[in-house]
């Protein structure tokens, strides 16, 4: 009997890839939605991680040059140099509104209106760096959400060709169960391979924009009093 059992199970193999082989067209299906969706979250990380190393860098990079002591014509003059990232855009954004009043005279007759729209101005590009920062994170969201569940359907469905299986044969030993119930059960893994990666990633990234962001609203809080100062001079 024992013979009869192994022989049976030398039949179907237990590689990933034999697993993969002998499931229904259904777990195949899910199965390879769920590697392609490992792969794309691994290279929205790898390019959140580019992103968020890049933005923090600029931001302190411009933090040194803000506050090195230059003139605000000075450290536009740098910032433009330098590229349009964090900080230095809602800089830019903000000089360059505050030149076009200069010369339309709005300086002098409505200061507390140009400071204002200064605030509003910076307010608008930290919202437009922080979505730039954010794109691509609903995919690692949605994959950590939903690909337990895409696996559970593809464990599910494999299990009931096992139960199937059995009924057809009319044999319940471990021969005829095991390799359905593997296969049923891969599914399961490989959603939550991809799923776990995808909500710490999330998470670690959600936490780092939130910093940065916090980090530049700072900035815009420290320079529009710089800005009432002058206008108040």
Known sequence: MEAEVA??????GFTMWDMFLQATLVVKLVMIGLVIASIVCWAVVFE????????????DQ??????????????????????RRGSAALFLAAMEEWQRSQQQGAVQSSPASL??????????????QTLNMERRLLVLATTGSIAPF?????????????????????NTNL??????LAEALFATALGLLAAIPAVIFYNKFSHDISR??????????EFTAILSRQLGS
């Open 62 to 83: 411009f933090d040194k040059l803000f506050w090195s002591g230059r003139t605000l014509p000075e450290i536009q003059a740098v910032a433009q140099q330098q590229g």
């Open 48 to 59: 959140k991680f580019a992103t968020v190393r890049k933005m923090r860098a600029a931001i």
């Open 175 to 180: 021969a005829v169960v095991a390799p359905g």
């Open 115 to 128: 400071l204002q729209r200064l605030e509003k101005i910076m307010d608008v590009e930290l919202q437009r």
């Open 150 to 170: 895409v696996g559970l359907f593809g464990t599910v469905w494999g299990i009931m060709n096992s139960f199937q299986a059995i009924a057809i044969s009319k």
């Open 212 to 221: 940065l962001a916090s980090h530049m609203e700072n900035f815009i809080e």
């Open 7 to 12: 022989g049976q199970m030398g039949q179907h």
